[in-house]
């Protein structure tokens, strides 16, 4: 506390890439006419919520207060994950103007990860932001890949997320990274959830959504995120089925989670939309798969694919699980479309899938 906070925190990728950087603001602490670091000890705002994952309260006036916001979706508070250190460095008035989205680029979860491993990312973030910045966690609110939501700098405190813009502006952060990885849809759903909560309330309604590297040199918050803003900011296609509930998929051609999701209904394996361990190597060329593939360099291959393989009558010794030229060659044979070995984006032979999805008949 007080000392120099003047240089960013960078995180590169082996060919140097920024994939994001932290910072603070140019103003020290106390500025503005909020409370200042040197003033406060870490518990100025107190956790007073018990450790139940409870939503946060906002604590500032809206500014349209005639406008009933939606319902906040549930956002772990900063108490449930453990914060040990300050909740930002000073406490800001008044909505936000703008709201940016992040990512972490710290650990990968999965879907199904516990509780308790995200909090302990959780932790670790907050590690990071605290030996740079020495004002705890760097975020607003974190979204892990399972969908679930924790409170970082609480919504009215200043982080360090957007250097030069945190005193105007919150953050949604998705945790790990999304220049290579897909969010799930899970995530998008949460997110969306999240903006459309904060209208009025965190932010002010007409803030806007953007990508941090809208404004500053950084590929944060990744390629596949930054896809996705529109998503976020509108809401749509954020509501993802009921588990288990059979919904129609929409015949546009790209195979996203909700493709899968049906696909795994369909052949019974388990559905949560995700397309895991797929070579990263048939990414580029098939951009008519979007969310829910995980494309890792070491791909083991998905349950579902191999269920797939099965279903359109690959042989026993061909079915690794794997999307590629040879398996997609052969569902497009099964399919009755033009055999070409790609998906391409409107692919006809994802809209054949969808169809019969839609049908009941794969
Ligand atoms: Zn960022």
Same mark, same amino acid.
Request: proline share 7%; charged share 20%; net charge negative.
């Given at each position: 506390?007080?000392?120099?906070?003047?240089?960013?925190?960078?995180?590169?990728?082996?060919?140097?890439?920024?994939?994001?950087?932290?910072?603070?603001?140019?103003?020290?602490?106390?500025?503005?006419?909020?409370?200042?670091?040197?003033?406060?000890?870490?518990?100025?705002?107190?956790?007073?919520?018990?450790?139940?994952?409870?939503?946060?309260?906002?604590?500032?006036?809206?500014?349209?207060?005639?406008?009933?916001?939606?319902?906040?979706?549930?956002?772990?508070?900063?108490?449930?994950w453990g914060?040990?250190?300050?909740?930002?460095?000073?406490?800001?008035?008044?909505?936000?103007?703008?709201?940016?989205?992040?990512?972490s680029?710290t650990a990968?979860?999965?879907?199904?990860?516990?509780?308790?491993a995200e909090a302990e990312q959780m932790r670790a973030l907050e590690s990071v932001g605290q030996s740079?910045?020495?004002?705890?966690i760097?975020?607003?609110?974190v979204?892990?890949?399972?969908?679930?939501?924790?409170?970082?700098?609480?919504?009215?405190?200043?982080?360090?997320?957007?250097?030069?813009?945190? =005193?105007?502006?919150?953050?949604?952060?998705?945790a790990?990274?999304?220049?290579?990885?897909?969010?799930?849809?899970?995530?998008?759903?949460?997110?969306?959830?999240?903006?459309?909560?904060?209208?009025?309330?965190?932010?002010?309604?007409?803030?806007?959504?953007?990508?941090?590297?809208?404004?500053?040199?950084?590929?944060?918050?990744?390629?596949?995120?930054?896809?996705?803003?529109?998503?976020?900011?509108?809401?749509?296609?954020?509501?993802?089925?009921?588990?288990?509930?059979?919904?129609?998929?929409?015949?546009?051609?790209?195979?996203?989670?909700?493709?899968?999701?049906?696909?795994?209904?369909?052949?019974?394996?388990?559905?949560?939309?995700?397309?895991?361990?797929? =070579?990263?190597?048939?990414?580029?060329?098939?951009?008519?798969?979007?969310?829910?593939?995980?494309?890792?360099?070491?791909?083991?291959?998905?349950?579902?694919?191999?269920?797939?393989?099965?279903?359109?009558?690959?042989? =026993?010794?061909?079915?690794?699980?794997?999307?590629?030229?040879?398996?997609?060659?052969?569902?497009?044979?099964?399919?009755?479309?033009?055999?070409?070995?790609?998906?391409?984006?409107?692919?006809?032979?994802?809209?054949?899938?969808?169809?019969?999805?839609?049908?009941?008949?794969?």
């Amino acid at each position: 506390m007080g000392g120099t906070v003047a240089e960013l925190y960078e995180i590169k990728d082996d060919e140097g890439i920024v994939l994001e950087v932290l910072g603070p603001d140019d103003e020290p602490a106390g500025d503005g006419g909020g409370v200042t670091a040197g003033e406060t000890p870490s518990d100025t705002e107190p956790d007073t919520q018990p450790d139940t994952g409870v939503v946060e309260e906002p604590a500032e006036p809206t500014d349209a207060p005639d406008v009933v916001p939606q319902a906040a979706p549930s956002i772990a508070s900063r108490a449930s994950w453990g914060a040990r250190y300050p909740n930002g460095d000073l406490t800001l008035s008044g909505p936000a103007v703008e709201v940016f989205v992040h990512h972490s680029v710290t650990a990968q979860l999965s879907p199904d990860a516990s509780i308790a491993a995200e909090a302990e990312q959780m932790r670790a973030l907050e590690s990071v932001g605290q030996s740079r910045f020495g004002t705890g966690i760097s975020y607003n609110v974190v979204i892990f890949p399972s969908g679930r939501a924790y409170q970082g700098v609480s919504w009215n405190r200043r982080g360090t997320h957007t250097g030069g813009r945190n =005193s105007t502006s919150r953050s949604i952060c998705f945790a790990g990274n999304y220049e290579v990885n897909q969010p799930t849809a899970a995530q998008i759903s949460t997110a969306a959830a999240i903006f459309g909560a904060g209208k009025g309330r965190w932010w002010t309604r007409s803030a806007p959504l953007a990508g941090h590297r809208d404004v500053s040199q950084t590929a944060c918050p990744g390629r596949y995120l930054y896809a996705r803003i529109d998503d976020i900011r509108t809401g749509s296609g954020s509501t993802p089925p009921s588990p288990g509930e059979p919904g129609r998929v929409a015949v546009d051609g790209f195979w996203g989670t909700a493709t899968t999701r049906r696909l795994q209904q369909e052949l019974g394996t388990t559905v949560d939309g995700v397309v895991s361990s797929q =070579s990263v190597a048939w990414r580029d060329s098939n951009p008519g798969l979007t969310t829910g593939w995980q494309w890792v360099a070491d791909a083991q291959g998905s349950r579902v694919i191999a269920a797939l393989q099965r279903r359109i009558g690959m042989d =026993s010794g061909q079915r690794d699980g794997k999307i590629g030229p040879r398996t997609i060659r052969a569902l497009q044979g099964y399919l009755g479309t033009p055999v070409d070995g790609v998906i391409s984006r409107e692919s006809r032979a994802v809209m054949a899938l969808q169809r019969r999805l839609n049908d009941g008949r794969v």
